[in-house]
């Protein structure tokens, strides 16, 4: 029996990944790098950033990804690691 119509669960539970990129009026995508609780949730506690499988990205967001991060860290918008906070 399959539902066609229906997304299956993870078969270990897990929960499926978020939308990680956001879409522009132009149909661009990108990632926010001033959305700092999304960024921290792409991120360990110690601040290192998940790896594309853990995120559910393809090559091209996790580069996104990691780019945001690292602005984000330079401006001071996230800490560089779990001792500054």
Known sequence: MHNKGKPQPDRYGAPTPGKVTVTS???????DYKDVESLRRMMTPNG????????GTNARQQRM???????????????FTSATI
């Open 48 to 55: 290192k950033i998940y790896g594309r499988k853990r995120l």
């Open 65 to 79: 990804v990691a780019s945001a991060v690292k602005r984000a860290r330079f401006l001071g918008l996230l800490p």
């Open 25 to 31: 009026g132009k149909d661009i995508e990108y990632v």
